[in-house]
């Protein structure tokens, strides 16, 4: 017999300077608990919440300057988390890199439910075919030509965005090196970034090195991609064949974050930021700017959010969306604030004041559906852990 989980309402996974947060509310969404810091004191730059097949798993990609970067999961909503060589990334030997950062982690896609991708640093695609139980690096980007030309942006050679868009179809982006897509499932890559300006470069439109800050695109429309830049706002139709300016009535075009509306391909969310010298809000006003009109125009949304004083920024993957309708949106800041909206980003509130610095806001809808495997798999953790915790004596 197949049980029912009592898992259900809305996770928010908030991964910090500091270690992970995970916030719960109702469908609601109009009160929220949160739990943690779990993974303390290490810095959690990716998350992922993996619904799939009766799952009810978080990920988290964790670092430390000392002990190097892991993945870790967790089928209790943070209670237990697996141990950091549970799910080894490693690169192969022959290739002489190493693993510094995991900046990405993302689910394949429903159909193919045992399917994971993850983006790390040095720029690399690892990918699992078995719901992350073993990962391989992907050697098509690998051993691609243009690899010793790609150079670190100011957070490193990373790759930090993965786009699955269908029928064999897969995106990534990185910093420095610019968007690429494979039409083959991985075995090639060819850069895409006709029309994206590279500021920094003697040549403002070279076939890569772009500093891509982030790619979002819709599953119902995913030939249709908006980018944010290190200088620019664009939009392609073609699935990253060519790309067009879309920063009409932003106050810059400089920012991080970005998220796509769950049910709306036309609509998409922005935090830009003064410059890439003064990375706070322009004016100190804290507003998330929306088009609903795939581009043409943007709208300020500020009811609720702090509109002066507020030197505040957003990182690249610091803003998401759940799949409620209405959508709620989410951001965190560097200075520890996380900020809601249950109806599309027309009101905020605050959550969670006074976090570590962060770095990475995930949203998901958790459903009532099968978890039973799920709970056998944290009631297994727990009772290894247990056998494993030291025994006090008695005096």
């Not at 810095?43 to 870790?72: C, H, K």
């Not at 969670?352 to 039973?372: D, F, Y």
Request: charged share 25%; net charge positive; aromatic share 10%.
């Amino acid at each position: 017999m197949i049980k029912k989980s009592a898992n259900s309402g809305v996770l928010l996974l908030v991964g910090t300077t500091k270690g992970a947060f995970v916030f719960r509310s109702t469908g609601a969404r109009t009160k929220w608990t949160v739990s943690g810091p779990y993974l303390r004191g290490e810095p959690v730059y990716a998350m992922a919440f993996d619904g799939r097949a009766g799952r009810q798993r978080i990920w988290a990609g964790t670092g430390n300057p000392f002990f190097g970067s892991s993945l870790r999961s967790s089928d209790d909503l943070g209670k237990t988390w697996s141990e950091k060589a549970e799910h080894a990334i490693k690169f192969p030997a022959e290739s002489g890199l190493a693993l510094k950062q995991i900046w990405q982690i993302r689910p394949g896609p429903a159909h193919r439910p045992d399917v994971m991708y993850c983006g790390v640093e040095p720029s690399a695609l690892f990918e699992s075919q078995d719901a992350g139980k073993t990962w391989t690096a992907n050697a098509g980007l690998l051993g691609h030509e243009h690899r010793p030309k790609w150079t670190p942006g100011g957070g490193g050679q990373c790759l930090h965005t993965i786009v699955p868009l269908g029928d064999g179809r897969i995106g990534i982006a990185m910093s420095t090196g610019g968007f690429y897509r494979s039409d083959d499932g991985g075995k090639s890559w060819r850069a895409r970034n006709v029309g994206v300006r590279a500021e920094f470069l003697p040549d403002k439109y070279p076939e890569f090195g772009q500093c891509v800050h982030k790619v979002v695109s819709h599953p119902s429309r995913p030939e249709r991609m908006f980018l944010q830049n290190h200088w620019g706002l664009y939009r392609s139709d073609d699935w990253g064949e060519t790309w067009h300016d879309i920063a009409n009535g932003v106050p810059s075009d400089f920012g991080f974050a970005m998220a796509i509306h769950p049910h709306d391909p036309d609509t998409a969310y922005i935090v830009p930021l003064e410059s890439d010298q003064f990375r706070c809000v322009p004016e100190a006003k804290l507003r998330v700017y929306r088009t609903r009109d795939a581009g043409k125009s943007w709208k300020a949304l500020s009811r609720g959010l702090p509109q002066e004083g507020a030197f505040e920024s957003v990182l690249r993957d610091g803003l998401d969306t759940d799949a409620s309708d209405p959508a709620g949106v989410y951001f965190g800041t560097r200075s520890g604030k996380v900020f809601a909206s249950r109806d599309e980003g027309a009101t905020w509130e605050m959550v969670a004041r006074s976090l570590p610095s962060v770095v990475c806001v995930k949203a998901a809808v958790m459903s009532p559906a099968t978890s039973h495997a799920t709970r056998k798999m944290a009631t297994a953790r727990r009772k290894k852990a247990s056998a494993h915790r030291p025994v006090r004596r008695a005096r």
